[in-house]
């Protein structure tokens, strides 16, 4: 058992998701220890051994925290030091738990350090590994030009159809399995938040830059709904400066010849098709009515349709899962060949029924998962993909990563402009969370869309109000 004494101001939950990294809730206690100024030791007691840690001892190149996240940086550097000692384990990710690490890099890039300095500072005050520190760089090289500014006027568009013909065992999305009429009335309130945002970005003078369609999946759509869907999405929004738009088709069995022809149709070139696995067995455990053939199929006639662009999602780390199940995956994806693939870390959250029946499952499958990840990177290199986004979530097993590699010119702009948060970002649908960005003072509000499809179908002239307030109102308001 180890019991971490530390100031109460500082103590909670950054320090402890660290702590659990390196032993299983239930072998450690947090006792909190009064006040602790910049003078003052932590301590950490080890099996009855009690280390005292002096903080000044954890200050970046001795230089004393100028503010209170500085000096939390310090006590997680000192934790992270004393528990990868004790149990003789390094984090890649070091003490960083933020979701958005190439902002880091790209702002210390932008300040005007090389490549060689932000490497090294990553390495020092963070603790990352050099093979993490080598990604992000890799990363912020490959979006670079993608990321910067066009014109403060445009704007990313989502879109979410919050149905699927299942609900998968990991799944946290907003995500249901259609009553019988709840597409069309979700579709209607849909069209009332079109019509009102779309007229209100044209007199604000905002442009579309990007547009995803996500979910859920939007193929769950029948092909004359997501037809009719496709034409007011075209018919209202001014699209003459859009450079991407994107239909995540997600789940293979909802793929069809008529859905893809009525994606092309509306000239859409870019679509995701998600297989997580082609492992029948884990398709089966993870709650997906398909197979891996089905996979293939629809992955065959995309390009017979004319998508020129198809992302694929793997997992790594999903249920039953071995690292040979997981190199099998990716073997059978690069077959395919599809110019993107992201490869996410599954991220086992609360909302999940995985969740529920096994709370140990983060914990206990980090080393595995680490090889799986360590495995994609390596052999999608070789096969010519480059990562070109990243990010992380809580939850996250092994407290690892979510990569997106394409192959050169087929990044997907709105993801890259989702990560790297210097662009008001509109979300419509159940669950959207629409970002409005303010350059003078490099920040962001929010206002959240109700998840519940029900709730938001019966309160959509309060959903289209709060957008509003949010993102069209001269005198803005703060989060609602
Ligand atoms: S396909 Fe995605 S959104 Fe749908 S249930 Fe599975 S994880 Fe959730």
Known sequence: ???????????????????????????YEITEDGALDNNQSFSVVFENERISLPI?????RGRKPENIKEL??????????????????ELPWGILTGVKPVKIVRELYEKGNSYDEISLYMKE????????????????????????????NNVGVYLGIPFCPTRCVYCSFTSNVAKPGAIEAYLEALYKEIEAVSSSMREAGMFTESFYIGGGTPTSLSAGQLDELLDRIFTNFDLSRCEEF??????????????????????????????QSMNAKTLEIIGRLHSPEQIIEAYRMAGEAGIEIINMDLIAGLPGETPEDFRNTLAAVLDMAPENITVHTLAVKRASRLREDDEEYNYRETMKLAEMVEYS?????????????????????????????CRKGTECLYNIKTMDERQTMIALGAGGISKRYYPEENRIERAANVSNYEIYIERIDEMIQRKNQLLFAKHPQKDI
């Open 1 to 27: 058992m180890y019991n971490v004494r530390i100031c109460s101001s500082i103590s909670g939950y950054e320090t402890e998701e660290l702590i659990k990294m390196f032993v299983p809730k239930g072998n």
């Open 56 to 60: 000044e001892s954890f200050y970046y």
């Open 72 to 89: 939390k940086n310090a006590i997680k550097r000192g934790i992270y030091d004393a528990f990868g000692k004790s149990c003789g384990k």
């Open 125 to 152: 005050y963070y603790r990352l590994s050099d093979e993490k520190t080598e990604l992000l760089i890799t990363t912020l090289k490959n979006q670079y030009l993608q990321s910067c500014v066009r014109s403060e």
């Open 246 to 275: 994107t239909v995540e088709a997600g789940r293979p069995d909802t793929i069809t010849p008529e859905k893809l022809a009525v994606i092309r149709r509306h000239g859409i070139r870019r679509i995701s098709i998600n297989p």
């Open 377 to 405: 990177g390596k052999v999608l290199k070789e096969r010519g993909y480059e990562p070109y986004y990243l990010y992380r979530q809580k939850y996250m097993v092994g407290n690892l990563e979510n990569i997106g590699y």
